[in-house]
């Protein structure tokens, strides 16, 4: 997509979107990728789609409540990424692993950077 991967895969504040509790959601969700990296199993693939419905439900009331003019498409990114998520099963091979990742890094440097300041 276009941002660099951080190795190891953990959250820095590069991606910092300056919502005490956004970003502590987003460091569980480096947590929970990093998590099915080195024991890819099934449960870690339920905590981490369990992380992401959490935290996108927490991002968009947000959204919401503070009148986000990209909340629409920003909720749509968000539901097609589940249903991605949901579509896998662990263990991930290698590729579904860097989609993860690509998809996270990317996903807040791009849309959720959108957000700085607008929430409130």
């Known amino acids: 997509m276009g941002v660099e991967i951080p190795e190891p895969f953990k959250w820095d504040k590069s991606f910092e979107v300056f919502y005490t509790n956004l970003d502590e959601e987003h460091k569980g969700l480096f947590d929970g990728i990093f998590a099915c990296c080195g024991d890819n199993n099934a449960a870690n693939l339920a905590s981490l789609l369990k992380r992401c419905i ?67």
Do not use: R
């Not at 959204?63 to 662990?90: P, Q, R």
């Not at 998809?103 to 607008?118: A, E």
């Open 54 to 120: 959490d935290h996108f439900a927490t991002e968009e009331a947000m959204m919401d409540k503070n009148n986000y003019s990209e909340v629409v498409g920003h909720k749509a990114i968000h539901k097609k990424f589940i249903a991605d998520l949901t579509a896998v099963a662990a263990p991930l091979n290698a590729e579904q692993v860097h989609w993860a990742k690509d998809w996270l890094v990317n996903h807040i440097c791009t849309n959720d950077f959108k957000y700085k300041g607008k929430l409130g």
